[in-house]
């Protein structure tokens, strides 16, 4: 079946790098996604992988994929305290042209002074 | 150019009542899509809408909830007879017409509280 893993909560200094992991089981997606939800806000889309990439680089933000493992990571270089959210990592499936999107649960990301 | 508009924002009602939760598409996007965040858990799909059509209902309960999206006005998303249960956050996201790119827009959520 269709499944996404994120672990649930990542605490980091300010200033430093965080990483935060998926995995996914549908080796069939096109896209995967990372979108951020801060309190009491709606879901801000971050950046997105072609399946066809490895990496993918975006100002602070960091995608790598791997596909062999289907593994998905972000990294947000220079974390600030603005970073703090929670992040959902989201795959497309084989949605051809359905944008059904399949979610982890989100990693609470905690950024301390 | 507004973003996805939902309203209202939150949502109080007793068991028994209707809920009409609402959802205006950014401008010029022709699809659109339902989510529902249960406390403590991810976003499950719930309806995928084209103007005037059901294109994917596979995420909706059976039962009380339904979906349209006229041919004008917004999607609305209504849940009849809540249940404490139905309490969540309700995401609604747009896009335009199939074919384009791969961003879907998320509105801010209709959370929902049933008492």
């Known amino acids: 079946g269709e499944d996404v893993e994120q672990s649930l909560f990542l605490s980091v200094r300010e200033g430093d790098s965080s990483v935060i992991n998926c995995t996914y089981t549908?080796?069939?997606?096109?896209?995967l996604y990372w979108y951020k939800q801060e309190p009491g806000a709606g879901l801000q889309l971050l950046t997105y992988?072609?399946?066809n990439m490895d990496m993918k680089q975006d100002q602070r933000l960091t995608v790598l994929l791997n596909k062999k493992d289907k593994h998905l990571s972000l990294r947000i270089a220079d974390t600030q305290t603005g970073d703090s959210a929670i992040y959902f990592c989201?795959?497309?499936?084989?949605?051809?042209?359905?944008?059904?999107?399949?979610w982890g649960l989100g990693t609470s990301l905690a950024v301390n002074p | 150019n507004a973003g996805v508009m939902q309203n209202p924002r939150h949502l109080v009602r007793r068991r028994g009542q209707e809920a009409r939760l609402r959802c205006s598409p950014m401008?010029?996007?022709?699809?659109v899509y339902w989510y529902r965040q249960l406390p403590e858990e991810g976003l499950k799909f719930m309806v995928y809408?084209?103007?005037?059509?059901?294109?994917?209902e596979s995420g909706m309960p059976k039962e009380r909830f339904s979906a349209e999206f006229p041919k004008e006005g917004p999607s609305i998303l209504r849940i009849q007879q809540v249940v404490r249960g139905d309490s969540a956050a309700y995401f609604c996201?747009?896009?335009?017409?199939?074919?384009?790119?791969?961003?879907?827009?998320f509105g801010q959520g209709t959370r929902l509280t049933v008492v």
């Open positions: 996201a747009s896009s335009p017409g199939q074919g384009s790119n791969t961003e879907a827009f």
């Open positions: 401008k010029g996007h022709s699809h």
């Open positions: 809408l084209q103007k005037e059509n059901i294109i994917d």
């Open positions: 549908d080796s069939s997606s096109t896209y």
């Open positions: 992988i072609f399946s």
């Open positions: 989201a795959e497309s499936g084989n949605a051809g042209n359905n944008r059904k999107l399949i």
